[in-house]
Nanobody, 124 residues
């Protein structure tokens, strides 16, 4: 089992920045990647981005490319989601995930472990 604990959500104005953190613990040795999904009320779950366990490669959803960046502190087994130029449409519950089957994997079902989710609200 892998446990994921997120932090850093909150309220921010449009155009602002916010950073989410996700600490992983437990049996992480077989984890291919960590990442983030989000879901807004009334909308489908959306892939945000992911990073390989080594931290060497990242990939992103189309709606956040160029604005969001994922990084990893390997010593702390912690992944960060830096969100810049936030828009109202970025408002959602953001969930940290671990798992994946391959590079560029965007399928929610391929991520075996999920955090509890953290709310991000962008106001105009």
């Amino acid at each position: 089992q892998v446990q994921l604990v997120e932090s850093g959500g909150g309220l921010v104005q449009a155009g602002g920045s916010l950073r989410l953190s996700c600490a992983a613990s437990g049996r992480t040795s077989s984890t291919y990647a960590m990442g983030w999904f989000r879901q807004a009320p009334g909308k489908e779950r959306e892939f945000v981005g992911a990073i390989t366990w080594s931290g060497s490669s990242t990939w992103y959803g189309d709606s956040v490319k160029g604005r969001f960046a994922i990084s990893k502190d390997n010593a702390q087994n912690t992944v960060y989601l830096q969100m810049n130029s936030l828009r109202r449409e970025d408002t959602a519950v953001y969930s940290c995930v671990a798992g994946a089957r391959y590079y560029l994997d965007r399928e929610a079902s391929d991520y075996d472990y999920w955090g509890q989710g953290t709310q991000v609200t962008v106001s105009s």
